[in-house]
Structures are given as structure tokens and as C-alpha cells.
């Protein structure tokens, strides 16, 4: 299961709106064949590791539940059945309405040994956005802060620009080619006038911007390039590059532009932070700390919802990486399991 | 010159109130003896290093400026010239006002080539507790706090139990065999009665605890071994192993409590820690950094005298190291060049 969480992960970026999917054909213990979900509207996963096995009773090992339907290309189970493939190993069940456990259901009927669960942490994490889509109706949110060690974004004039190492900062910059939007509150354009720009795609990139009084010059660089998704006072209409979006809330923004295919949102920015957290949209949060105490007059991104520790959010499947004098902490702070 | 550092950290807890120093006697290019200061009152370092050198024309790399006075023992500076050391490479000099420079001009007047500051911010650490002392006059402070990754200490209630992991609280408490004394404030102690105790030589340990109003219970844990340094209201005598500090500011305790040959503290609690990083007084910082978010009503360790970026304060010499998924950052508030 390990080499197919590996290999899943060869299509990212490639095979939205459907899941990163690896698998892997084992006989006798010995790994004969492997594929992954290539690119969207091409071969599953199952289909290209099937593909030129020849022998019988082999065991596959597949990160999330094959399908049971037609789609852009035909059922996995089929193929599972028709090579007659002995044991199934499946990572996590499929919560897509069309799958569902009727994937796992019809291998059974058929007489191949399924087992589920198989290493299904990791098997969640490879497609959270994915999985956050299907099960909340939203797009997952990624959370960035650049913080101090007494956890301040910004000092109390709102000077931010550096808290953390340059190393820092492009590493931080280098999540917006994971994600497809950048999220960001007005604050931050009026105050720093960024272009919000990634390396890849400039032309596709999205940005969502939260500006409920229209507060931000329409000069500003951040409509310079990409698609901008608004939310605004709504009296204006949709514009050039400038998407008016009519929501209230932003569990609304986040349900209205997964919508239009947007699985996953970066968001930068310390109040916009503290919002999301608070209202539990925020999905995981990477964290980069720099050696320097701001004061207690500085700017954080905490939540201002909880008033004992044992309230205090955790953060699940941490990671930990020193960048220099900085560190890089990312952990969860929803998951996939439960309505949480 | 790695080589004496190394060597000179054998020494640690045994050489006070001597600082650490290693030496290391080398012969075209080759290491053939070492020594450190083993112990207060005993040889220093160059002494142990020379002792069996029968060669001349050698080069002595030694941490800390060799010493030209009379103490517990004759001064190094006539075994190196006795010896026929050809170099001496020093790491830094000793501002020791019986030192402070004339070690150097004594060798350099016996024809020895003398050079300083190799390693020298290396040499200076290794002593920085010693240096804090002779520079400043008073006893050096590591401040120690456990935070969630929003710079927490304690939630707004109070609950701060526990914010980070057991290791981490582990190598917290491991401090205290690193420090003279521990410092708290009357608040630590009321909420949760500490006995604030170390592995080794508890009845030697030296506790300082700031209760100004003498709230603290004299039936609470502190007080049931170890020697108490209080700053309370001054009203009452020294008594048992409670001594009354007749002072009016925290500068002062630590000159006072210097006086006493405690060289270094270490502080536990936010409130604390924030008045010390204030007032200038922190001179390095252990953070125990937790995933978690404790929110904006929580309790932090920031001080309260900056408003703009440029201000923060910067740590130095900074080390990172992961604890399971929790981060121990450490650094220097001051350094030991200059008064900052």
C-alpha cells in the first residue's frame, strides 16, 4: 500500500476533479505490476496496473474504493473481476455518491476477498481536498501563517514583511502551485498591494477576494492576471477577470467556488485565518515560525472561541522540517472521517 | 579550537564559579595532549593540557584567555611561556577585571604569537552564564516556556496543563540540572504547587520565588526543600531555608542573587518571562512548541514594549530540534559582547 500512496502521488495536479489513486498487482508476495490514475478523463488506476498481468489469484492493493460505474471510462470492477484478481486490498472507502461502498459490495458478490482500512490515514490524506469536496460540499482550506515564536503574523502597525527567512517564504509561496485558488481578506491587498502570483499557470490561477465593502482599488495588482472570485457588496456584475460572487457566508464562498472546480484554497493571511479556524472551515494549517518575539501588541491568528485548554484545537498528522533558523510545522485540523 | 570546546564541556557543573575552558597542544599540525578545567580549585585547562608536553614550539588552542594572576592556582600564562609555546590561539578574552587583557600582553611581551577569536561566539556561549556575570554583575536567565504554535502558555482560564507532550516536558525539567536556581512568580506556585524539584542535589537546589505580597502559602511544596530566595514583602526575617531578599527590582534580584554564586536561572511561566524579556533580563530562551491552537483569550509570554516589526526581538544562535511532534526552539535574547 505504501508504493500505491507513492505512485497515487505522480498525478497531482493532473487528475482533477477525480482523486489521486495508486494500485499496486502483487502475486506470491512479489510485486508483478503497478499503475495510477494519470490524468483526469484517462485509465484508472486499477486499468493500468491490470493491464498486462496474465496470471490469476494475484492480490491488488488500491488506495480508495474501485468504481462500480460508468464514467468517463468504464467500471474498475469489471476488469478486477475479469482478471480474475483474488484479493483486494482497498485503502479507504469511496464517499463519492456513485461509488460508496457499491464498489467493495459488487467485488464481493463476485468472490473476491476485499479487505478495507488498509494503511486509511494516509489513504484519506492523498485526497483531503477530494475527500473534503465530496463529504462537507466545500473546498478544503490550507491555512499559512508566518508567525514569531509568541505567534504573531504581524506587528501591532502592521508591519510584516519579514517575519520569516526568504527560505521561508518561497517555500510558502511554492504551496500556491498545490492549490487551485489563493484566498486572501482586503487587509492584506490595501496593505501590501501583492500580485498573488505562482510560477505554473498564471492564466488559470485563482484568486478569492474577500473585500465585503469593495474597499480594493480595481488597479490593484491582484486583478492584474488570473480569475478573481469576488465577494464584494454584490451590486457590481461580473466583470472581465472579476467573478461577483452572491454568498453570505464563507462556508457559501467555499461550497459556491468548489462549484467551479475548485478543490483547494490557499489562504494567506492572519484575520482570515482566525476566521476560518473559528468557524472550522480551516482543513490544515502549515505554520512558519521565525526566531523573533514580535510582543504581545502584535497581530496573531488565533480563534477567539475557546476559553480552556482542553478545548484547544490539535493538530492530527503533523509534520515537522527546519528551514534554516525557521521551522515549518503542517498538521490537520479537520479530517476526513466524520463530519467534525 | 571545536576540539576545547568539546573537551571544555566536561567540566559542566563542577568548575564554578570558574568559568568552562578546554586546551588543546598541538605539534606541526597534530593534536598530541588536551585538558580542561576539571573542577573548582584545581588546574585550569592549560595547566592539564601542558603538563606532559615535553616538545617546543607548540601551538596551544584554548578557549578562554589564559590567566596572569594568583588564585587558587599560579598563573597559567608562566606554564605556557615556561613550556616554550611558540603560538597561543585563543577563542576570547576574559573580561574578568583580574584577566581582562593581561594574559594576552604578558604572553605577547614573552615573544609568544598570540591571536584571538577563533570561535569566538562558539567560546563565548560555552560561558555565557560566566561572561553574564562579569559584564553584567548578575546572574545569567534562561527563560523556559510551553506554547502551542499561537504563542500560548495557558488558556484564559488558567489551564496550561499540559500544553506540550511528556518528552517535552521531560527535557524541560531537564534544564533544571543545567541551572543554579529556578525562578517563578507567586501565580505558578498558588495554581498548581510546584515542588519545582531537580533529579540530583535537591537539598543544594536553590529556588527564587517572587510573591510580593507574600499570597503564597508557606505550607505549599516550594518550601519543603532546596533554599527559597524570596522577594516578598520584606516585612518578615530570613527564617529556615526561606531567605528574604531585601530588593526593589528584578535587576536587582539577579545581582543579589549573583552575589550568592548563582550564576545562571532559569525561569518557568509566561508572565514572568514577558517582564524578563521586557526588562532585558532574558538572556537566552527554550520554547516547547506544541501543535496546537489555544486561541486569542489565552495567555501568552510576550512583552508588552514593541509596535513595529524592526523592534521584535531577535534570537541568536539559534538550535532546533524535533520532540515526537513537538519543536524545542532555542536561542540568545543578549549577547555577551557588548551591554545590549
Not at 490550507?142 to 508591519?159: E, F, M, P, R, Y
Not at 480594493?216 to 492576471?225: G, P, R, Y
Request: charged fraction near 30%.
Amino acid at each position: 500500500m505504501l508504493e500505491a500512496i507513492k505512485i497515487a502521488k505522480k498525478g497531482i495536479g493532473k487528475t482533477k476533479t477525480n482523486p489521486l489513486v495508486g494500485a499496486v498487482v502483487s502475486s506470491q508476495g512479489e510485486i508483478i505490476s503497478k499503475g495510477f490514475h494519470e490524468e483526469y478523463g484517462q485509465n484508472h488506476a486499477e486499468i493500468n496496473a491490470l493491464e498486462k498481468v496474465a496470471v490469476k489469484n494475484t492480490t491488488l492493493h488500491v488506495t480508495l474504493e474501485p468504481c462500480s460505474h460508468h464514467g468517463k471510462t468504464p467500471p474498475c470492477i469489471n476488469q478486477i473481476i475479469s482478471k480474475n484478481v483474488k484479493r483486494v486490498v482497498i485503502g479507504t472507502k469511496d464517499p463519492n455518491q456513485k461509488v460508496n461502498g457499491e464498489g467493495i459490495k459488487k467485488l464481493k458478490e463476485a468472490g473476491v476477498d476485499v479487505s478495507v482500512g488498509c494503511l486509511e490515514d494516509q489513504c484519506k490524506l492523498l485526497n483531503y481536498s477530494y475527500l473534503t469536496g465530496i463529504l462537507r460540499g466545500r473546498a478544503s482550506v490550507t491555512v499559512k501563517v508566518a508567525t514569531s515564536i509568541d505567534g504573531k503574523v504581524a506587528a501591532a502597525d502592521g508591519t510584516s514583511q519579514w517575519i520569516t527567512s526568504k527560505k521561508s517564504r518561497e517555500d510558502g509561496k511554492s504551496l500556491r502551485n498545490e492549490h487551485d485558488a489563493i484566498m486572501v481578506g482586503s487587509g492584506t491587498v490595501i496593505k501590501d498591494n501583492p500580485k498573488l502570483d505562482r510560477k505554473s499557470g498564471i492564466e488559470e490561477w485563482k484568486k478569492i477576494l474577500i473585500d465585503r465593502r469593495e474597499k480594493v482599488e480595481k488597479t490593484s495588482k491582484i486583478f492584474k492576471n488570473g480569475k478573481v472570485y469576488l465577494w464584494g457588496t454584490g451590486k457590481e456584475p461580473s466583470k472581465g477577470n472579476i467573478h461577483q460572487l452572491n454568498i453570505k457566508t464563507l462556508k457559501e464562498l467555499l461550497e459556491e467556488v468548489r462549484k467551479k472546480n475548485i478543490q483547494s484554497v490557499l489562504c494567506e493571511g492572519g484575520k482570515l485565518a482566525a476566521e476560518l479556524i473559528k468557524q472550522n472551515l480551516a482543513d490544515k494549517i502549515i505554520v512558519y515560525m521565525s526566531p523573533k518575539i514580535i510582543g504581545v501588541k502584535g497581530i496573531g491568528f488565533s480563534p477567539d472561541n475557546w476559553t480552556t485548554l482542553s478545548e484547544s484545537k490539535k493538530l492530527s498528522n503533523v509534520s515537522i522540517k527546519t528551514i534554516g533558523n525557521n521551522v515549518r510545522m503542517e498538521g490537520y485540523l479537520t479530517n476526513v472521517h466524520r463530519d467534525n
